[in-house]
């Protein structure tokens, strides 16, 4: 296995860091004042400005596969990024990670990122003209709808959202919840997951359409804050369907595909967000380190009490691990697909968001009083890296996976008889405890 990296690879990484340096953290306290002035749900110039400078820069829509990573390959040569490979963007998007706003100044951000993958890999060339163009653009932003209120939405199959053939269109009807992006005034399009034919078999039954949000019918019912959190002008929203009609047109891929392209998008989806957790769990362990070097309790710095020596080096531990799986699944995508790499892809959508979770705790406890305030976007940091163990579905359903591919990885042969003592492979026990282990 090679560890160095090459020079593209160095080169994308660079690039980006070096952006985010000069660039997005010295506007970082600009970002701030903007998002606490007036109206929640705005468009904030810093952003924009940053956009800007990104995209003339040519640091602009990085996530987007290379021709050879997708599904259905057309003449459409416009809408191509630089065709980084995920091991490539894995880099970079730690980088982004460690500024909240800086995946969108690349224009790297979600949901706009599976959502423009599955235009680009699923849709036709009138969806690509009508969607992902100003997508890619950055002039609009959208959202996924398939999370809903009624229904364990971690199985798929429980959503109960209808998209009925009606006609030359479809009438869509149902309650989705956490449909992040949809706050934001530029958010003009939805992906809805809904079923289409509820007498098809379990996983043929649902559908993916593209919805405008201004949709007659299309109602937002209320804001979901995270943690008390509003995350504007991003928002997390639940958001009715009453009778909303949309064209023929607006299917993507076909009836009964939905979860076809579900899986096209959520395995890209789930790395992204590990990527950008790499980035969240560094930033934290530096101002951990720095807190803990700045004051003193009880006679000495607080590095210096062997507690947190050892927190600071387990954290670093923990991140050098998370990201050789993260750098890992990312390549295996790369050489052999996301199906084949979909248990590495569990496994860093599992450990990731824990991982950082466990430094953060420990980076607020380091600063006392100011770690829960909002002085130093611990609290907020925490907030959203707990939102990470549901998202693209829970820890428990990547587990399941995770062990039934290990189960069948090893499963007894049915030759085998059940009992064959203890073979060489195993060092026998002596006494009491011998005993027990053979019961």
Not at 88 to 103: P, Q
Not at 329 to 351: L, P, R, T
């Amino acid at each position: 296995m090679e560890f160095d990296l090459t020079d593209r690879q160095q080169h994308w990484r660079d690039r980006v860091r070096d952006f985010i340096e000069k660039n997005v953290r010295p506007r970082h306290h600009e970002y701030v004042q903007q998002a606490a002035e007036g109206e929640r749900w705005k468009v904030l110039p810093v952003v924009e400005e940053e956009k800007e400078r990104a995209k003339a820069q040519g640091i602009w829509n990085l996530f987007m596969p290379p021709r050879s990573g997708r599904a259905h390959v057309d003449d459409s040569f416009e809408f191509e990024g630089p065709g980084l490979t995920n091991l490539e963007y894995a880099l970079c998007a730690e980088e982004m990670g460690r500024i909240g706003w800086a995946s969108e100044v690349f224009n790297c951000s979600a949901p706009d990122t599976g959502n423009m993958e599955v235009l680009l890999r699923y849709g036709t060339r009138g969806q690509k003209d009508q969607y992902l163009a100003p997508l890619m653009n950055g002039e609009i932003r959208s959202a996924f709808l398939m999370t809903e209120p009624d229904v364990a939405s971690s199985d798929a199959t429980n959503i109960e959202c209808t998209i009925a053939p009606d006609g030359d269109g479809y009438v869509l009807n149902g309650r989705k919840w956490w449909s992040s992006g949809a706050g934001d005034p530029r958010c003009k399009v939805a992906i809805v997951m809904g079923k289409t034919d509820k007498s098809a078999d379990r996983h043929s039954q649902q559908s993916m359409v593209l919805m405008p949000l201004d949709a007659d019918g299309v109602t937002i019912l209320r804001h979901l804050p995270v943690f008390g959190y509003d995350d504007a002008p991003h928002g997390h929203m639940e958001i009715e369907l009453k009778d909303v009609r949309i064209p023929k047109s607006a299917m993507l891929l076909g009836e009964g595909r939905g979860f076809e392209i579900a899986q096209g998008r959520l395995g890209p989806g789930r790395i992204h967000h590990c990527m950008r957790t790499i980035g969240v769990a560094e930033e934290a362990l530096a101002k951990m380190a720095r807190r803990l070097q700045q004051r003193e309790a009880f006679g000495k710095p607080i590095y210096k009490h062997s507690i947190w020596e050892h927190r600071v080096s387990k954290a670093r531990i923990d991140i050098e691990m998370t990201r050789l799986l993260c750098l890992k699944a990312a390549d295996m995508m790369d050489k052999a697909g996301n199906k084949n790499a979909k248990q590495e892809i569990a496994m860093i959508k599992v450990q990731a968001p824990n991982m950082a979770l466990s430094i953060i705790d420990d980076a607020i406890q380091a600063h006392g009083g100011g770690g829960v305030s909002e002085d130093y976007g611990l609290a907020q940091a925490w907030a959203h890296q707990r939102t990470l163990r549901l998202a693209d579905g829970p820890d428990e359903v990547h587990e399941r996976s995770i062990a039934r591919m290990e189960f069948a990885r090893h499963a007894p042969d049915p030759n085998e008889p059940a009992h064959k003592g203890m073979g060489s492979g195993m060092a026998a026990g002596s006494g009491a405890g011998g005993a027990a282990a053979s019961a």
